[in-house]
């Protein structure tokens, strides 16, 4: 039987049993304060996962690109939003295909966005609902004000074959809900329902229903964890379900290890806004430090580290960012607490139009 | 006929006649200081690519995993030095069929790895060289002095099956070539011969000749030039041969525009030691800032520019690390300055084992 150990490395490993109860306290979430959940699959990118999620409660699932809406819809998902803003004529006909084919819906910020969309729509005769991104503090994609919402909303309602499906952001930070009750008020006065308001984002998610603005959580990386999330306290560690088995390759002196994984299997990500020079949670070494990855190698600090690794040892890390990481990788090696060992595909991993 | 602007975005390309000019120019330089030049396919993991390389004259090729060897030689390529430190025995199992196969060679720093791989060869009825991996001041991999190296190499020569290959070091800084000569001569006081130096690094490629102790460069990303290089001033911007052509899907604000390339196109990677908050150079807006990147989105700051793009332009980037980006991708667009546009496969994409 093969276990964890028995793997080359670096592997990356997803633990079932964490993945399962990381999919049921979220749903629970949801369900006590009447969300719909829309987990997002850019973090494990694999329509297996996707299932657990939907068979949990999930409402539908969110996809980040086109590309990966097509590998789900062909998977038996039928209801998809697509939080990327889709620009450009062949995109907008893909989407239009896809609407052909399961209920589908996009968010985007802009006139042109919206109008190529209706066009490509009215031309394949099928239809999608369009939810008005807006920034909420952010400062990524997204309408600047409620009045911005509400006149790209009554645009929507008027062009052919778009739905207006509601208003989103990502992420819903404090003031989220007050920014998003104020356009939803704008746009109801003008005689249009908004029938959804979704917010994204795992390290808060469960604050969401705080302002009760929001009818739909879409989170991500919560199925997973990982050492952002950790550094949040959003998830624990014995939830953290995806880490990198990886062997001490070399060391060189007292206080340096260097492992054989770098960037090219956990990626160069630091936990947003807070460059504390560390790549990743070395789990048996915890006071050790991922000081910096080459593509292939981690430089492990060891100086606060009273046990030290011997070259040869196999040691365990929590990546900084589960959705980075996982896209690096063909294969993971799925176990339940370290055994039952099977590895699968990643099969949306790079699909990044 | 299909031209770049054809392309759905993101899509990595990759200019051949830039290729072809990087090729020439590197290996002329070898050719002048009588270099052995071994590139490094990390960068490209494209047998396609090594094949230009080989042919325009490079005695052999360097690999960075075993799984990119074995790739190699699986497409001809039968010089290999794998240059990352392989220890454990089921690697050691796989060198030694891979020696059966091709000639190879390994660079690595301790005598566990030596004592394993021996015992793999002798088991396997095959040899392989062994490189004495040197840290010559970069803190990553290595013995830390010449007397450690000379250790090192006479264990190797004694060890069955083990041939020493020589010395190697990643990358070479001011002092590698003295380092590693006066490693050289204690090597040879003990009778033994040195066949190879050889030292890695594009950034400073071109000086490696003076100090005299080299017989061999390894590098990878001259072949295709990246922003780090260009900041370097490494490499010419018209010799920049892998790009991304994006697409700006928001505007939301004046100042800031949103292109469809985030770190699962373009990595999270910084230019080592010099973060200046750039994610890659904007080609046709030189003076915008890519201030941070999503997963699937590159937050562009254009404070600083006259002339804005709107939604919908379809603009280039040229990402900070060639080999982080290019490892992100299953396809990229070949072309020669924007026509002939021909997409290839990328083989060893992955390949972390």
Same mark, same amino acid.
């Given at each position: 039987?093969?276990?964890?150990?028995?793997? &080359?490395?670096?592997? %990356?490993?997803?633990?079932?049993?964490?993945?399962?109860?990381?999919?049921?306290?979220?749903?629970?979430?949801?369900?006590?304060?009447?969300?719909?959940?829309?987990?997002?699959?850019?973090?494990?990118?694999?329509?297996?996962?996707?299932?657990?999620?939907?068979? @949990?409660?999930?409402?539908?699932?969110?996809?980040?690109?086109?590309?990966?809406?097509?590998?789900?819809?062909?998977?038996?998902?039928?209801?998809?939003?697509?939080?990327?803003?889709?620009?450009?004529?062949?995109?907008?006909?893909?989407?239009?295909?896809?609407?052909?084919?399961?209920?589908?819906?996009?968010? @985007?910020?802009?006139?042109?966005?919206?109008?190529?969309?209706?066009?490509?729509?009215?031309?394949?005769?099928?239809?999608?609902?369009?939810?008005?991104?807006?920034?909420?503090?952010?400062?990524?994609?997204?309408?600047?004000? &409620?009045?911005?919402?509400?006149?790209?909303?009554?645009?929507?309602?008027?062009?052919?074959?778009?739905?207006?499906?509601?208003?989103?952001?990502?992420?819903?930070?404090?003031?989220?809900?007050?920014? %998003?009750?104020?356009?939803?008020?704008?746009?109801?006065?003008?005689?249009?329902?908004? @029938?959804?308001?979704?917010?994204?984002?795992?390290?808060?998610?469960?604050?969401?229903?705080?302002?009760?603005?929001? =009818?739909?959580?879409?989170?991500? =990386?919560?199925?997973?964890?990982?050492?952002?999330?950790?550094?949040?306290?959003?998830?624990?560690?014995?939830?953290?379900?995806?880490?990198?088995?990886?062997?001490?390759?070399?060391?060189? =002196? @007292?206080?340096?290890?260097?492992?054989?994984?770098?960037?090219?299997?956990?990626?160069?990500?630091?936990?947003?806004?807070?460059?504390?020079?560390?790549?990743?949670?070395?789990?048996?070494?915890?006071?050790?430090?991922?000081?910096?990855?080459?593509?292939?190698?981690?430089?492990?600090?060891?100086?606060?580290?009273?046990?030290?690794?011997?070259?040869?040892?196999?040691?365990?890390?929590?990546?900084?960012?589960?959705?980075?990481?996982?896209?690096?990788?063909?294969?993971?090696?799925?176990?339940?607490?370290?055994?039952?060992?099977?590895?699968?595909?990643? &099969?949306?991993?790079?699909?990044?139009?």
């Amino acid at each position: 039987m093969v276990t964890i150990s028995d793997l &080359p490395t670096p592997f %990356l490993t997803v633990d079932l049993d964490a993945v399962d109860r990381n999919i049921a306290r979220m749903q629970r979430y949801c369900d006590e304060h009447e969300l719909a959940l829309r987990p997002h699959v850019k973090t494990h990118k694999m329509p297996a996962l996707a299932r657990l999620q939907v068979v @949990a409660g999930a409402r539908g699932i969110t996809c980040q690109k086109l590309g990966e809406a097509e590998l789900m819809a062909d998977n038996g998902f039928d209801d998809i939003l697509i939080t990327f803003p889709l620009v450009g004529t062949g995109k907008a006909e893909r989407l239009a295909d896809l609407a052909g084919r399961v209920r589908v819906a996009v968010g @985007a910020d802009s006139d042109v966005a919206a109008r190529t969309i209706s066009a490509a729509l009215q031309a394949r005769g099928t239809a999608a609902a369009f939810l008005v991104d807006c920034d909420t503090g952010f400062r990524r994609t997204g309408v600047q004000t &409620p009045d911005d919402a509400a006149a790209l909303a009554e645009l929507v309602e008027r062009l052919p074959h778009l739905e207006l499906g509601g208003l989103m952001t990502h992420p819903a930070v404090r003031g989220s809900g007050e920014w %998003l009750a104020a356009a939803r008020r704008l746009i109801e006065q003008r005689g249009l329902e908004v @029938a959804c308001v979704s917010g994204g984002g795992t390290p808060h998610a469960r604050e969401i229903h705080e302002s009760g603005a929001f =009818t739909e959580l879409r989170v991500g =990386t919560y199925v997973f964890g990982d050492r952002h999330l950790l550094g949040e306290g959003a998830v624990a560690l014995d939830d953290c379900a995806l880490r990198v088995v990886a062997t001490v390759v070399s060391r060189p =002196t @007292a206080d340096r290890a260097i492992l054989d994984a770098g960037s090219k299997t956990l990626t160069s990500d630091l936990p947003p806004g807070r460059d504390d020079g560390g790549y990743g949670l070395l789990v048996e070494y915890p006071e050790a430090v991922l000081a910096s990855l080459s593509e292939e190698h981690a430089t492990v600090d060891l100086s606060a580290c009273e046990e030290r690794p011997a070259v040869g040892d196999v040691v365990t890390v929590i990546p900084n960012h589960a959705c980075g990481a996982v896209n690096l990788h063909d294969q993971v090696a799925f176990h339940r607490g370290g055994r039952d060992v099977e590895i699968g595909g990643v &099969p949306a991993r790079g699909l990044v139009r």
